[in-house]
């Protein structure tokens, strides 16, 4: 399986943005998809997942409110819409995806939950 990132990009400050992950080499039915972002020297930190089946979705404080994770089952793509966009949110975003599904906190914002990641997309909030 492999997860394809993309969408990054430099906004200003109040901006909105929309990430796309797209994954191959296997459909996705079901399993726990996530976002993770990582800061200039920051650890990576966990922004919002969901089940792909449906029912559950799981998010930060820091986004809640501004970012949206939806996705499209006949592109096999998920995707993350950022709104109200700070300079704090600039960081280096991650799609993140396992076949197992979870239902709790912890397993979402735990990165070994996961066992693909995408390669990563740049978002730069400008102030």
């Known amino acids: 399986v492999q997860l394809q990132a993309s969408g990054g990009g430099l906004v200003q400050a109040g901006g909105s943005l929309r990430l796309s992950c797209a994954a191959s080499g296997r459909t996705f039915s079901s399993g726990t998809v996530a976002w993770f972002r990582q800061a200039p020297g920051k650890e990576r930190e966990f922004v919002k997942g969901?089940?792909?089946?449906?029912?559950?979705?799981y998010q930060s404080d820091s986004v809640k409110g501004r970012f949206t994770i939806s996705r499209d089952n006949a592109k096999n793509t998920v995707y993350l819409q950022m709104d109200s966009l700070k300079p704090e949110d600039t960081a280096v975003y991650y799609c993140?995806?396992?076949?197992?599904?979870?239902?709790?906190?912890?397993?979402?914002?735990?990165?070994?939950?996961?066992?693909?990641w995408g390669q990563g997309t740049l978002v730069t909030v400008s102030s």
């Open positions: 969901f089940t792909w089946s449906g029912g559950r979705t």
């Open positions: 993140a995806a396992t076949v197992r599904t979870y239902y709790t906190m912890s397993y979402y914002s735990s990165e070994v939950t996961y066992d693909y």
